[in-house]
């Protein structure tokens, strides 16, 4: 059997002047990275027609630690639809290089529904996630100038610093760490720690930014940390906004590439899902609405975690209507919420689907929230069943939910054309119908205590001694009407990644809140999630090598 990068390789990529021939847009618009990379700027975008075009979201299921193929749906799913006729751009994130020297191996789709240049997708790209890097580092090193400058004239308290360094990989060792050693040349000794890039709230400004003027803006009030009197510096006292946006200059710009059957891609921005908002810029977004009449995209995870952010705070900042969503189902990760053994996944166990059904139709339950009509993609794979997989089907006809077997990873848009049939009829049939969940204007206990509820299926939401006190804390400096983005497991519909199925009758536990002021939101931390993953026991680094040609491999 072929590999991705196998098939990656084997594609005929055209020139991406003619892919952004097919959007309308002139090569002398390009800002071109070699051939089949380029990116576009901001003036393509027109906010008087973003509104007029149809914007399509890809969640799943609680995933499986193999996930269920969110993005290489939504780029079959752009294929199939660009076959029916339909101009349609994906829009996707960038890849993390931990993730990809990690788990994943590689994250530009699957099979024969990849976006491509794959190599250069998933390795550096064209540097969005180095200049997030050192826009971030930048103002960690302002930070701890400032303290080893004479008076600290801002009063800060090196204890309660709140910014962190990050760095583009997975690197448990760096979580937590003491600088400043040395003596009194070397630095102010205080701990602190790193955070994987994704994580930045640079990168998560970057995704909920307008322009380079909001972006500066946005980089200016970011929350530093608090004085010994209890008061809160921002980055914009140590005048570090101008020099950060100008790190970010190309970097704001979306990323365009093509399809494996040479349609347009835009690839920009990756936060995470279980930590910040989980989905490409908005900048990204309406660049494909301005310049297509669909929009395909995907938010990380579940409907529980990256929709949900999706929804309410995207939507809700950047004034996106979405259309239509799909909720991609694995008869694999039905197959283990209904108690199979993750070795055994692949074997035949129609019970276990059977019983692992109630994951799907909670995460159904929670898109008609936003008043969405759902639709199923069954994502198939070779070890499926055909009694599997009509379990699936009969139970999506009972709930009334239309629903495709999608084969985009062996036959690209071919193997998407019923799911790109029922999302149109979808899309099409709705025009003003999205409603979010919650008003930004809400306290932030009402704001949890809907999602929590509502899309966890928590009976209450549980507080720390010490999120309470920064509940009070964020409503005396004016912070409390800010959206709530939560930081919890991806493996559970709850906040315990053990619970699987449709766990009932829980409470959600707070135990600390964090703060991402220049990006727009509150951070409740649920569990013991973290913001900086460690490597498993076997990378996928390991796998991978390049030979004197330049030729890599192992990327999957």
Not at 192 to 220: P, Q, R
Not at 385 to 410: H, N, P
């Amino acid at each position: 059997m072929k590999t991705d990068l196998d098939i990656a390789r084997a594609a005929t990529m055209r020139p991406i002047t003619e892919i952004a021939a097919k959007l309308g847009i002139d090569e002398h618009e390009l800002y071109q990275y070699g051939n089949y990379m380029a990116k576009l700027p901001l003036r393509l975008i027109d906010d008087k027609v973003v509104r007029k075009k149809k914007l399509v979201l890809v969640t799943a299921i609680t995933p499986t630690p193999a996930g269920e193929g969110k993005t290489t749906t939504s780029i079959g799913l752009a294929e199939g639809l660009n076959r029916l006729g339909v101009k349609t751009t994906v829009v996707i994130r960038e890849p993390s290089l931990g993730p990809v020297f990690g788990i994943k191996g590689g994250a530009a789709g699957g099979g024969h529904a990849q976006v491509v240049p794959m190599e250069d997708i998933n390795l550096h790209f064209t540097g969005d996630l180095a200049a997030v890097e050192k826009a971030h580092n930048l103002l960690s090193a302002l930070i701890d100038n400032h303290l080893q400058s004479k008076n600290n004239k801002l009063n800060l308290d090196p204890r309660r610093i709140v910014w962190k360094r990050v760095i583009d990989m997975n690197e448990r060792a760096l979580r937590h760490i003491v600088l400043g050693l040395g003596g009194p040349k070397q630095g102010v000794p205080r701990e602190t720690g790193f955070d994987i890039t994704a994580a930045s709230e640079v990168m998560a400004a970057l995704c909920l930014a307008k322009d380079l003027e909001d972006l500066k803006e946005k980089f200016g009030n970011i929350l530093v940390g608090f004085t010994y009197d209890d008061q809160p510096v921002y980055a914009k006292e140590f005048k570090a906004q101008g020099a950060m946006a100008a790190l970010m200059k190309y970097a704001i710009m979306p990323n365009l590439v093509q399809t494996l059957e040479g349609n347009p891609a835009i690839v920009h921005g990756g936060p995470f899902a279980n930590i910040a908002q989980g989905t490409n810029t908005l900048i990204a977004t309406k660049m494909g609405l301005s310049l297509s009449d669909y929009v395909v995209t995907e938010a990380g995870f579940a409907s529980e975690l990256g929709a949900e952010k999706f929804l309410n705070i995207k939507c809700q900042y950047g004034g996106l209507t979405p259309n239509a969503s799909v909720v991609v189902a694995t008869i694999r990760a039905l197959k283990y919420h209904g108690g199979a053994k993750l070795t055994a996944l692949k074997e035949p166990n129609p019970e276990a689907v059977g019983k692992g059904l109630e994951n799907l139709e909670k995460h159904i339950e929670n898109v008609r929230h936003f008043n969405l009509k759902p639709v199923v993609a069954i994502n198939k794979f070779y070890t499926d069943t055909d009694e599997e997989i009509a379990i699936v089907q009969k139970r999506c006809e009972e709930l009334g939910v239309r629903v495709a077997v999608y084969e985009g990873w062996e036959k690209g848009g071919e193997g998407a054309t019923e799911l790109a049939q029922l999302v149109h009829d979808a899309a099409e049939s709705c025009t003003t119908c999205f409603e979010p969940l919650y008003d930004f204007r809400w306290d932030i206990e009402k704001k949890l205590h809907t999602i929590a509820t509502k899309l966890y299926g928590a009976d209450h939401v549980e507080y720390t001694v010490k999120a309470k006190t920064q509940i009070a804390q964020f409503e005396k400096i004016g912070l409390d009407k800010l959206p709530v983005c939560v930081a919890k497991t991806q493996k559970s519909l709850s906040d315990d990644q053990y619970e699987l199925g449709r766990p009932k009758d829980f409470t959600v536990k707070i135990r600390e809140f964090e703060v991402a002021a220049g990006a727009g939101f509150l951070i409740p931390i649920a569990g013991t999630i973290m913001r900086m993953p460690g490597l498993p026991s076997q990378p996928s680094a390991e796998k991978i090598d390049i030979d004197n040609e330049g030729n890599i491999s192992g990327l999957f």
